[in-house]
């Protein structure tokens, strides 16, 4: 008991002394968002059916999935205990305490009031202890999995299974409705639902009281196993460097070259990113097959190519302290050897991806070649431009802790980083769709084009910036801590909470209207697929089908207009703010 309480008081105060600035401002975005959530969680709670039990599993699987991609909550690391010498029950168990505190759990906990609306007549009282026992599975859930995965990514095929797993997880996800429809035709609820973990208390607040029993047990069980995967951790295992061919290479491109293909194929966060990304863009695209809908399936090249970009944005940061070979020699840079290593990693399984699907439902070729040749390019191009103006600092690799996925501690800047290469290496494509639709097979020269015009011009910005910066990056990379004279695309100015709550709201969703509801679905107007999954235009009247399309790009360029002009102004004030009270301190000396 000492030790959780220990924990606990140590998580509290970690917890007030780092909720201020821009993640204090990203904990109350999350917060209110978690109650609008939950809210709407508990008004199921006063339906009929099911609907209650299956928004119960998309909790455990939020849980679940959430903590995995990000690494999970790292606030106490077991490591920081390795010299104490508890016994890892121990440890667990006071962890486990530890880890009830925080925005998540709360919003959580709120979010089980529902089993006391659900409550059967005079079971009331049961619903308490069962709120408690489903989240104590929850987090245990989460923990483990996160420790599993930990363990799965010290070697190569357990980095590869990870990452499939994960990447197909989270596109079914994304693509649910397909399977609410699939599995819940007449709008039901699959009956297996109510029987899943995440339902066991709902079964026992309507009577069934043996399900309070079984959650005692699965908790005891998930807490033992979380201490076994405690214990395992900090035992991480070197790989082996034999059988390694030495590097040749006759210039300093080419070596970089051999240096980052190598990277690829044995840094195992490097092999869990690809995976993922591969696993996301076939398993999005083929989820509409459930209902025999093909029009999706030739879009797994593109949609792996811009998730391939998001995962390694921020290339640099994840390298670490490396990059002072590069400046050690004299007017070297690497960026066109990153580039090209990118483009060998990434191209050939994007062209078999375009190539296969599209053939396999014989097209659209243009449009699905169009795209894939641009955001190739565009992807090559952004990827170190991104990499080096918006650099978050990352865990040099040699002292990552036993969980790989924690790369960086700033998981707020590394999600701004994906989500705006994301939207970023996306707008590429745009000319080269655009062209498509209105002159067919030249949309493929214009693709192309885009791809080299975007490799070549953002490879050469991002080689400026780089020879420019390369000592303030190091520094960053190394310190975490930004020079003060030091500019950066995600260094954010003070702002308010209503102003940082807008900019996350803009900057989380905006890619919805913008890509999938606008741009593509103006792609499937224009080749005349309608009535396509869920693609808004596509089921409107002959005559709205381009205005919806048109109000979608609208929008979601008017909300990432905003997200960007909220900072702008803050900034501008900040910076008149500055001014007034230099001239104040020189009008008085």
């Not at 509409?288 to 998001?310: E, K, R, V, Y």
């Not at 702002?495 to 103006?522: N, Y």
Request: charge should be positive.
């Amino acid at each position: 008991m000492a030790v959780a309480v220990t924990l606990v008081r140590m998580k509290i105060a970690i917890l007030r002394h780092s909720a201020k600035g821009q993640r204090g401002g990203m904990m109350t975005t999350g917060g209110i968002l978690g109650l609008l959530l939950a809210g709407g969680t508990i008004f199921l709670a006063f339906q009929g059916g099911d609907w209650l039990a299956a928004a119960y599993a998309v909790w455990m699987l939020g849980w679940i999935i959430g903590p995995v991609f990000s690494g999970g909550d790292e606030t106490l690391r077991p490591e920081f205990f390795s010299l104490v010498g508890l016994p890892a029950p121990r440890l667990a168990a006071g962890l486990l305490a530890s880890a009830f505190v925080g925005v998540a759990p709360v919003i959580s906990l709120i979010a089980l009031a529902g089993l006391v609306a659900a409550a059967a007549p005079g079971n009331a009282l049961v619903a308490v202890p069962a709120m408690v026992l489903q989240l104590a599975i929850f987090v245990l859930l989460s923990k483990v999995a996160v420790a599993v995965l930990g363990i799965a990514l010290r070697s190569r095929v357990g980095a590869i299974g990870a990452g499939l797993i994960n990447g197909a997880v989270l596109a079914f996800l994304g693509q649910a409705w397909v399977f609410a429809v699939t599995f819940g035709q007449g709008g039901q609820i699959p009956a297996f639902v109510r029987y899943l973990p995440s339902g066991w208390g709902l079964l026992a607040v309507r009577g069934e009281y043996l399900a309070l029993l079984s959650m005692a047990v699965l908790i005891v069980l998930l807490l033992a196993a979380w201490a076994a995967l405690l214990a395992r951790r900090t035992g991480a295992s070197r790989p082996s460097t034999r059988g390694r061919r030495p590097m040749r290479a006759a210039t300093a491109r080419e070596a970089v070259v051999a240096k980052e293909l190598r990277t690829w194929s044995r840094d195992l966060v490097r092999n869990h990113q690809l995976t993922f990304a591969l696993a996301y863009g076939v398993f999005f695209a083929g989820a509409p097959l459930a209902l025999g809908i093909t029009g999706m399936l030739p879009l797994a090249g593109p949609i792996f190519i811009m998730m391939a970009s998001a995962m390694t944005a921020n290339s640099y940061g994840t390298d670490g302290t490396a990059h002072w070979l590069t400046l050690m020699t004299p007017g070297a840079s690497d960026v066109r050897g990153r580039q090209l290593a990118w483009l060998l990693a990434v191209g050939p399984v994007a062209l078999a991806l375009a190539v296969a699907f599209t053939l396999a439902v014989d097209g659209p070729w243009p449009l699905i070649l169009a795209a894939t040749f641009a955001l190739l390019g565009g992807g090559a191009g952004m990827v170190p431009l991104i990499s080096v103006y918006g650099l978050v600092p990352g865990t040099d690799p040699r002292n990552r802790s036993g969980n790989p996925l924690r790369t960086s501690e700033d998981d707020g800047a590394m999600t701004g980083v994906a989500y705006l290469t994301l939207f970023l290496v996306a707008l590429t494509a745009a000319p080269a769709v655009l062209v498509t639709s209105l002159f067919g097979w030249w949309g493929v020269v214009a693709g192309a084009v885009t791809g080299v015009l975007c490799y070549w011009g953002l490879g050469l910005l991002a080689s400026r910036r780089l020879a420019a910066r390369g000592p303030e990056l190091l520094q960053l990379m190394r310190t975490g801590r930004r020079p003060e004279s030091g500019r950066s695309l995600f260094k954010m100015p003070e702002l308010s909470k209503t102003e940082q709550t807008i900019a996350m709201i803009c900057w989380s969703f905006g890619a919805i209207p913008l890509v999938p509801q606008g741009v593509l679905a103006a792609v499937f107007v224009s080749t005349g697929r309608l009535r396509m999954s869920w693609f808004l235009a596509t089921y409107m009247p002959p005559g709205l089908r381009w205005p919806t399309a048109a109000l979608m790009i609208l929008l979601g360029l008017t909300m990432y207009g905003v997200g960007l002009w909220i900072p702008y102004r803050a900034r501008k004030r900040a910076a008149s703010a500055k001014a007034a009270t230099v001239q104040g301190l020189n009008h008085t000396a």
